[in-house]
């Protein structure tokens, strides 16, 4: 009787609201050059918890997501299948993000991937400030290009940036997708589509995503290889998917990779070249952030 009478009451009486969660979930491997970078820089962009799930990692990536684990801002998920089936994968983390963390935004992020807003301090007061109505933010992306002695200091040699990053078909880099949280998502292969909401409704233009694909030719050489022979290992993955991951697969086995990394490396003199033609744009906002979160890994700073 009582029990019940405390059910009516508390139905009576205004209840606390929760405050918004931005949840942010990455989908890693072998990235522990550049993840701790990843979750310190977002938490300062207003990121409240990450769901990450380590792709059979072997270097001391599992190491620093459980140290956030520890710290209670991150929900650990292993996930030992190599057949780099994504889309389940976030889909996974996102429909999580929305009914066990109380996720009001999520953004599902690749560890080389910085988020910036355009008009707001933060990403999470970007997010707040958007339209009741919109429920889907597309974000530009643009690629930072790999400097000569740039191998694990991507945070402060790193600076150039592409004014227009193209894809390995030549077209223009195709923007990821961030999402309010909703239990019934579906998240496209790739982070770049969502599906789920009765009324879609997506804005651009309020977020740019700073992109590091190559940072030192052992990363890119690993991320290619084990990417490469996943994508081999899952006969239901539509051939469409991971197009350049497959192409740079094929270099590898022939041993043309390094010789195609070389290509995408930049020297002193090219780099100089870039900025004249103003093919390259110089931008240091991420390393004076780090600098000032003072990041104990050895990124350069």
């Known amino acids: 009787m009582f029990s019940g009478l405390k059910r009516v009451l508390k139905g009576l009486l205004p209840q606390k609201r929760k405050p918004p969660q931005l949840v ?46 520890q710290r209670g801002v991150l929900h650990y998920i292993y996930q030992g299948d190599d057949d780099y089936n994504q889309s389940a994968w976030v889909t996974q983390m996102a429909k999580l ?4 963390f109380d996720a009001t935004w999520v953004i599902n992020n690749d560890a080389d991937e910085f988020w910036w807003p355009v008009n707001q301090p ?18 530009d992306r ?37 999402h309010r949280g909703i239990p019934g998502i579906t998240v496209g292969q790739g982070n770049h589509s969502v599906w789920g909401f009765k009324k879609p409704k997506a ?30 290992r899952n006969p239901g993955d539509p051939k469409n998917t991971g197009v350049g991951w497959r192409r740079l697969y094929e270099e590898y086995k022939q041993g043309n990779l390094p010789a195609h990394y070389k290509q995408e490396e930049y020297s002193p003199e090219r780099l100089k070249q870039g ?23 050895n990124m350069g700073l």
């Open 24 to 69: 942010m979930t990455l989908l890693l491997r072998d990235e522990q050059d550049i993840v701790r970078a990843n979750i310190e820089f977002h938490l300062a962009q207003g990121v409240d918890f990450f769901i990450a799930m380590d792709n059979k990692s072997v270097d001391s990536t599992t190491e620093i997501l459980k140290e956030y684990e």
């Open 142 to 178: 643009y690629n930072f290009v790999p400097v000569e002695g740039s191998a694990e200091q991507f945070a402060s040699k790193m600076i150039y940036r592409e004014k227009v990053s193209l894809n390995p078909r030549g077209n223009p880099l195709p923007p990821k997708v961030a």
């Open 275 to 297: 900025l004249e033609s103003g093919e390259l744009l110089v931008e240091e906002r991420l390393p004076t952030l780090l600098k000032g979160l003072n990041i104990k890994d």
């Open 97 to 100: 993000a929305a009914t066990e």
């Open 122 to 139: 933060t990403l999470k007061e970007e997010l707040e400030a958007l339209p009741a109505d919109v429920n889907m933010v597309e974000g």
């Open 203 to 232: 804005v651009s233009g309020v977020i740019d995503i700073q992109h590091f694909p190559l940072r030192s030719y052992a990363q890119f050489e690993n991320k290619i290889v084990k990417g490469g022979q996943a994508y081999e």
